[in-house]
């Protein structure tokens, strides 16, 4: 039997199944806080595109004293000059725009997809925390950022346009990142927030939270001179940018708890915005550390894709492959193996541990139509 027609079989098998569930609660076992961010999923919305805007106007725009900016950046502020900036970017890297079927693990309890494109809880889990926390009377300015996605244009753009909305922030707080225990201290090749503060907030939230320097980049590296700390957290996503992505729901619940505990009047901000930190890579020379043979293999097979990339840059060719193959004395062939990605290794084994899943029935369709059976 091939792979689709036992889903379809199963499909068929869990049919009654589903529409009881969907009589019970909403479509799925997901408890009220889950459906809203599963929900929130359904929409592919890539930078300025039609689901984004219906996105964020469903569920941004409504938050209380929401406001916009010439961009398209939402703000919302809590509380009487708060010292705190929470922010999340409201676009995805979908190819498409539109609306998507989110699946449910009951048994991990994570949402995943089955399709070509990822879930987008890159960064919808960070506005559903932000969300979240606005409810909870959390006080802070909430910055739901526009095409962070392509460069940070959002944020870019309030550094130059609107700096006067961070008057007296002196910590701004990205929900953007992988895992579960990151607190971002470097992001964008340079510092964003100080070591004190980092493993002072770690420990604030408890649990695998940890100081971590490997950050890429969200927004809040746009603002590192203008807020003294700025860092980034893991909201429990895995995997984001790709169809393997899913979000833990367990971990983010974890992280919105710890937040709704943390004692924001102490925390102390101590980093300069204005001072250039030895360790930022524009401030120094840059150095060739050489690889040794067993490193180089190590980050290969832990990274075939990266590799490919660095040897097509190269411009490695089959006669290179040839002349390395014959003097290394390898026997290994090289075939070029057109199915890898579609029937590789990782969907076969998601497929085993996706086994019990439940199907999350808040499909609807661009117009907002539902489709639920
Ligand atoms: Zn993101």
Redesign the pocket.
């Known amino acids: 039997m091939t792979r689709q027609s036992f889903m379809n079989l199963w499909g068929r098998v869990t049919a009654p199944l589903r529409k009881q569930n969907t009589q019970r609660h909403g479509g799925s076992h997901l408890v009220e806080r889950h459906a809203e961010l599963a929900e929130m999923l359904t929409y592919m919305r890539p930078a300025y595109s039609v689901a984004e805007d219906q996105f964020t106007s469903r569920f941004v725009d409504v938050l209380p004293g929401c406001e916009m900016d010439a961009f398209g950046n939402r703000y919302v502020t809590v509380g009487d000059k708060p010292r705190v900036m929470f922010s999340g ?1 409201t676009d995805t890297v979908h190819s498409v725009s539109g609306r998507q079927k989110i699946f449910h693990d009951t048994e991990l309890n994570q949402l995943f997809k089955n399709d070509t494109e990822c879930l987008g809880a ?2 919808g889990t960070g506005v559903w925390i932000m969300m979240n926390l606005i409810r909870a009377g959390v006080p802070g300015l909430y910055i739901f950022h526009q095409a ?2 392509c460069g940070g244009q959002g944020s870019s753009y309030i550094a130059k346009e609107e700096k006067h909305r961070l008057d007296g922030i002196e910590f701004a707080i990205a929900f ?1 990142r992988r895992g579960n225990g990151d607190v971002i201290s470097h992001q964008a090749g340079g510092r964003c927030c100080s070591d004190a503060f980092a493993t002072d907030f770690a420990e604030r939230l408890g649990g695998k939270y940890k100081p971590c320097d490997g950050g890429v980049f ?1 927004d809040t590296a746009n603002y590192t001179h203008l807020i003294s700390e700025c860092t980034n957290l893991s909201v429990g996503y895995y995997n ?1 940018h790709s169809k393997h992505e899913y979000q833990d729901l367990n971990e983010a619940d974890e992280l919105l708890t710890a937040l709704l505990a943390v004692d924001w009047d102490t925390l102390v901000a101590s980093r300069d915005p204005k001072e250039i930190d030895e360790h930022d890579w524009y401030n120094v020379e840059p150095v060739e550390i050489e690889m040794g043979y067993d490193e180089l293999l190590q980050l290969t097979m832990n990274n075939p894709t990266l590799a490919a990339d660095i040897l097509f840059d190269l411009g490695c060719t089959f006669r290179d492959y040839e002349y390395a193959k014959r003097t290394s004395g390898s026997t290994f062939d090289l075939q070029v193996r057109g199915d890898v990605m579609d029937d590789g290794y990782i969907e076969d084994l998601e497929d085993d541990e996706r086994f019990i899943k439940d199907e999350y029935d808040g499909y609807a369709d661009i117009d907002g139509n539902r489709l639920d059976s």
């Open positions: 970017h890159d960064d962070e996605e953007d969200t984001e």
